[in-house]
C-alpha cells in the first residue's frame, strides 16, 4: 500500500487551494471584461456623435480571462494557454489605460464651453430634454452683472 506522508498531503492542499484562488480570480477577471465591454457598447451606441474606444480592453480581458480558466482546467498544454492569458490580460490593461486617455481627449473635444466663455453660472436650454437637442440648440447668452461664485 502506498501512504502518502504529511507533506505530500500539504502539497496537494495547497496546490487545490491555490487552484480554485485562480480560478476565482480568473471568473472575477471575466465578468470585469463582460462589463467593461457591455458598457463600453452601450456608451458607442448611445453617442452618436462621439466616438467611443473603450469596449476594445473589454474584448481582450475577456478573451485573457477565457484562456485562463481554459487553462487552469487543462491537464496538457496547460502552460502555454497560462502564458497565452498572461498575455492577452496585460495587452489589455494596458488597452484599458490607453482607450481611457483616448476617451477622455475625444471627450473633451465635444465639451460646451460657451457658458464659461461668457461667465454664466448656470446653462439651459429649452429643449425636448434629449442631449443631441441642446447640442444644436442656440442659445442666447445674457451678460451677468457678477462673476460666479463656486460652493466650497
Not at 456608451?43 to 452618436?48: I, K, L, M, P
Not at 475625444?106 to 464659461?116: G, N, T, V
Request: contains cysteine; glycine residues 8%.
Amino acid at each position: 500500500l502506498f501512504l502518502p506522508t504529511p507533506g505530500e498531503i500539504y502539497i496537494v492542499t495547497a496546490y487545490l487551494r491555490r487552484r480554485k484562488t485562480a480560478l476565482w480570480i480568473s471568473v472575477s477577471l471575466l465578468n470585469l471584461g463582460l462589463v467593461i465591454l457591455a458598457l463600453g457598447l452601450i456608451a458607442a451606441t448611445r453617442t452618436d456623435n462621439v466616438p467611443v474606444a473603450g469596449y476594445y480592453s473589454g474584448i481582450t480581458l475577456s478573451f485573457g480571462a477565457f484562456l485562463g480558466i481554459v487553462g487552469i482546467h487543462l491537464v496538457e498544454n496547460r502552460r502555454p494557454m497560462l502564458v497565452a492569458s498572461i498575455v492577452f490580460i496585460s495587452l489589455g490593461v494596458i488597452a484599458s489605460f490607453f482607450c481611457a486617455i483616448v476617451d477622455g481627449i475625444i471627450a473633451s473635444e465635444f465639451i460646451d464651453i460657451r457658458p464659461l466663455q461668457e461667465d454664466m453660472c448656470h446653462f439651459y436650454s429649452s429643449g425636448s430634454g434629449y442631449l443631441y437637442d441642446s447640442y444644436y440648440t442656440e442659445v442666447i447668452l445674457i451678460h451677468a452683472p457678477k462673476k460666479c461664485i463656486t460652493e466650497k
